[in-house]
């Protein structure tokens, strides 16, 4: 229907979302209202329904839809093959989320969306549901408007992505005859402040453990056994604080082996967005950067490895006070890594160091959480540089090649699996609060993000 005419197909596209903005942000709130946990066992069940309710909705719109089984929470598969030609692209996103803990500091409920000056407020509105439905509402509109579809389009959502699931790599594996594409599209990732879009082509890697120190095999009275017994806090403290040194660096030997600056080039094309300390920190009620000394906190984010606690607990935490020694104490630890290093390698230091600070009647366990190498999308290739222009056309500015500090671990799977490269395509702001309280999606990266990506495979089309 649109052979003949690719642009006017595409206005009447485009039409057809903002006439059609209130249903499309009805179905993002029923997809906001299961509270899809991936990391609580608990919520399994409301992972399933999420999936379930995606793969409904797929169908209804006329994909070839299915939920499919791993040993973990299931993964939406579809595929609409309305093209006649042009590209086949696979976009892949996330159904899980985060938890939603303090929920003291929630203003509304995290799983009743609302809207409130111009945003959408629950928890996933921005990481990754709100960005999963721009996408879909694309689809949806395209094939009313134009009957068709401008490419062969797969789709791929996960429920794993915020747990550090291990079940995706081996799931592209298997089915990869099925999912190859000639290019993935994600759309997981941010904006440049609130107007300039972006697509993310560095992202860092990450490895999670999680460490118990045990002492005592019990309990104990801090003033009768305080002093002689070992306090597993302290030796967690100890721990923790010789990760790091005076000027920010990671202790561990060999961390920063095969670890480069970036290109000059690079750092200038950075330098040129004109993120300052100032503005990446003020937001959130900081001024100083506190990793490596002489980086910028751009450069301390998004191209220098890092290792960060997320949650630490031993002893009484409830209310008062209670003169305790106990008998176990527990952090979760994380590294960000960039490109050069080995995420099982730095596990490995890791742990050796851990090893060698723990007493000899003391013991320590690890839990390995998600391993993922950092990522760069070599993509200087024709879909780059067309979505690039269609995010320009929808904007109204030129958009930007960025990196980013978050982990995206498909990114390296694609590559790893299929021989994919993935564009990075989001619509986030620097505000959206993702994993924290609050969590928000403005109604216009949600609107605009349909309209860009209708924009996007008309321009794939194209190629
Ligand atoms: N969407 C984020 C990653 C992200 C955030 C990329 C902002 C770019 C800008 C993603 O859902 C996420 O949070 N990933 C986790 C992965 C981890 C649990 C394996 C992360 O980065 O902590
Ligand atoms: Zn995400």
């Not at 660096?249 to 080039?265: I, K, M, N, Q, S």
């Not at 995206?408 to 505000?431: C, H, K, S, T, Y």
Request: charged share 25%; proline share 7%.
């Amino acid at each position: 229907m649109s052979a003949g005419d690719p642009e006017g197909a595409r206005d009447r596209t485009l039409a057809q979302i903002d006439a059609n903005l209130e249903p499309s942000l009805a179905r993002l709130f029923d997809l906001l209202r299961i509270p899809s946990i991936s990391t609580q066992p608990d919520h399994a069940g409301d992972c399933r329904r999420a999936a379930g309710w995606l793969s409904d909705l797929l169908g209804g719109m006329g994909f070839d839809a299915s939920v499919r089984e791993t040993p973990g929470h299931p993964i939406v598969v579809a595929h609409d093959r309305s093209a006649r030609h042009g590209p086949h692209v696979l976009f892949y996103g996330h159904y899980d989320v985060q938890p939603i803990d303090p929920l003291s500091l929630w203003d509304t409920a995290p799983f009743e969306p609302v809207v409130r000056n111009g945003a959408i407020i629950a928890r996933g509105a921005s990481d990754d549901k709100g960005q999963v439905m721009t996408f879909l509402e694309a689809c949806r509109a395209l094939r009313e408007a134009e009957g068709e579809l401008p490419v062969l389009v797969s789709i791929i959502l996960e429920g794993e992505e915020e747990s550090g699931g291990e079940n995706l790599l081996p799931f592209l594996k298997a089915n990869a005859d099925e999912l190859r594409a000639d290019v993935a599209l994600i759309c997981d990732t941010g904006m440049v402040g609130h107007e300039i879009p972006a697509i993310t082509t560095m992202l860092r890697g990450l490895v999670g453990e999680e460490i118990v120190i045990s002492a005592a095999d019990r309990d104990l009275h801090s003033g009768i056994f305080g002093n002689a017994a070992r306090n597993p806090i302290h030796v967690l403290a100890d721990i923790i604080a010789g990760l790091r040194d005076e000027a920010g660096r990671v202790t561990l030997p060999g961390f920063y082996d095969g670890v480069t600056d970036v290109p000059e080039a690079v750092r200038a094309a950075w330098n040129r967005i004109g993120l300052t300390d100032e503005a990446a920190l003020g937001p959130v009620g900081l001024s100083i950067p506190a990793g490596e000394r002489g980086y910028s906190a751009l450069e301390q984010t998004w191209a220098r490895p890092s290792c960060e606690v997320n949650g630490i607990s031993g002893g009484y935490q409830e209310p008062g006070f209670k003169t305790v020694l106990p008998a176990k104490a527990s952090a979760k630890i994380s590294f960000r890594l960039v490109a050069g290093q080995e995420p099982e390698r730095i596990r490995a230091a890791f742990r050796d160091y851990v090893r060698s600070r723990i007493p000899g009647d003391c013991a320590v366990e690890f839990r390995p959480h998600g391993g993922s190498p950092a990522c760069a999308v070599p993509f200087d290739g024709a879909p780059l540089a067309a979505t690039l222009r269609a995010l320009g056309e929808e904007w109204g500015r030129p958009a930007v090649t960025i990196g980013s500090g978050g982990s995206i671990p498909v990114v390296g799977e694609l590559q790893q699996a299929l021989g994919m490269n993935a564009l990075l395509v989001g619509f986030a702001r620097d505000d959206d609060r993702i994993h924290s309280p609050n969590e928000k999606y403005d109604v216009d990266s949600f609107h605009r993000g349909i309209r860009s990506w209708a924009r996007i495979l008309h321009a794939l089309a194209a190629i």
